[in-house]
Nanobody, 119 residues
Framework: VQLVESGGGLVQAGGSLRLSCAASGSTFSINTMGWDRQAPGKQRELVASITTGGGSVNYADAVKGRFTISRDNAKNTVYLQMNSLKPEDTAVYYC?????????????WGQGTQVTVSS
């Protein structure tokens, strides 16, 4: 599975951005898609995830109420709507896909997109 992110950029605090991630390849094998982020000098952390059917959504406490993850299975695309952005949201955001292929679990990540929030 290959993942390509788009939509990052520079925004002022309180602003909004929408990230998109398009999956290609063996997309039928994907179970969960989501977003991780990594700020300079910090460990990579989960931001949000959503299952194929959209029945299960998970958010990091730091983004609850501000970020919304959604998924368009017909387009094999996942979105992250980020509102009320804060400087501490500055990070490289990575799209992630988890699934099973020929009985084995796998995780794939995109190349990352930079999000910078100025104060």
């Amino acid at each position: 599975v290959q993942l390509v992110e788009s939509g990052g950029g520079l925004v002022q605090a309180g602003g909004s951005l929408r990230l998109s991630c398009a999956a290609s390849g063996s997309t039928f094998s994907i179970n969960t898609m989501g977003w991780d982020r990594q700020a300079p000098g910090k460990q990579r952390e989960l931001v949000a995830s959503i299952t194929t059917g959209g029945g299960s959504v998970n958010y990091a406490d730091a983004v609850k109420g501000r970020f919304t993850i959604s998924r368009d299975n017909a387009k094999n695309t996942v979105y992250l709507q980020m509102n009320s952005l804060k400087p501490e949201d500055t990070a490289v955001y990575y799209c992630k896909a988890d699934g099973y292929y020929i009985g084995s679990h796998y995780s794939s990540w995109g190349q990352g997109t930079q999000v910078t929030v100025s104060s």
